[in-house]
């Protein structure tokens, strides 16, 4: 069972424009999220975390907005550059439990810039 | 600054041989973790070292696999007789351990374990 969710395998946006990523979860425990891009053969890249007592968290041109209620979150990316070109993994973290058993991550969603 | 730096970061081995694999956090991180990522899936955790004890190990660890940490500083993961089902890229990562910043990992590079 994914306790975590993207439901999105790719998206195409044009440079400039916003990029908008989605994640949902299902575990009510999780009270830390992050997120974190990846090139290929690389390993993932942290980007932007939120707490779950915070509905917004914003870092430059990346903000992360949490709907604990519909246990939903968003990466938003503005503007687009090509450079954003990749994967995005959402995580979260039941922080709770002393972060002992680790990240549950989603599936990734490929990012892609077009010029 | 260094990040967390694993080695080897290619693998090829025979179906039924041992295969080890280092990873060396950061510094002062004394938290440690292995995941383990498959083709179209996100990381999945293995297991957990907070210095040098293992404090977590996931379902996903079998029998077969091994990690240890001995001196709370590098840490080897080691595969028993290895099975084709075990080709995944191996990911290490290291945190802080101050509350809550623990909570953000740090990865490194990756061991791309691909077994014949």
């Known amino acids: 069972d994914q306790q975590v969710k993207q439901n999105s395998p790719s998206l195409s946006v044009q440079e400039g424009r916003i990029s908008i990523l989605n994640c949902d979860y299902t575990?009510?425990?999780?009270?830390?999220f992050l997120w974190y891009k990846k090139y290929p053969a690389e390993g993932p890249t942290f980007l932007i975390s939120?707490?779950?007592?915070?509905d917004k968290n914003e870092d430059g041109r990346f903000t992360v907005f949490l709907n604990k209620s519909a246990k939903h979150l968003s990466l938003h990316i503005v503007p687009s550059q090509p450079g954003d070109s990749a994967v995005y993994f959402c995580?979260?973290?039941?922080?709770?439990?002393?972060?002992?058993?680790?990240?549950?991550f989603g599936k990734g969603t490929h990012l892609i810039i077009q010029p | 600054d260094t990040g967390v730096s694993q080695d080897p970061r290619h693998k090829i081995t025979k179906r039924g041989q041992n295969v080890t694999f280092r990873c060396d956090p950061i510094?002062?991180?004394?938290?440690l973790y292995w995941y383990r990522q498959t083709l179209g899936q996100g990381p999945e955790f293995l297991t957990y070292?907070?210095?040098?004890?293992?404090?977590?190990k996931s379902r996903l660890l079998s029998d077969r696999f091994s990690a240890e940490r001995p001196k709370g500083s590098f840490s080897t993961l080691e595969i028993q007789r290895t099975e084709q089902g075990d080709s995944a890229m191996y990911l290490c990562?290291?945190?802080?351990?101050?509350?809550?910043?623990?909570?953000?990992?740090?990865f490194g590079p990756g061991t791309r374990l691909t077994v014949l």
């Open positions: 995580a979260a973290s039941e922080g709770s439990g002393g972060g002992a058993d680790g990240l549950t």
């Open positions: 510094s002062e991180h004394n938290r």
């Open positions: 990562a290291s945190s802080p351990d101050l509350e809550p910043r623990w909570v953000t990992q740090y």
């Open positions: 070292f907070q210095n040098e004890a293992q404090l977590e």
């Open positions: 575990n009510s425990m999780f009270d830390y």
């Open positions: 939120i707490s779950s007592i915070k």
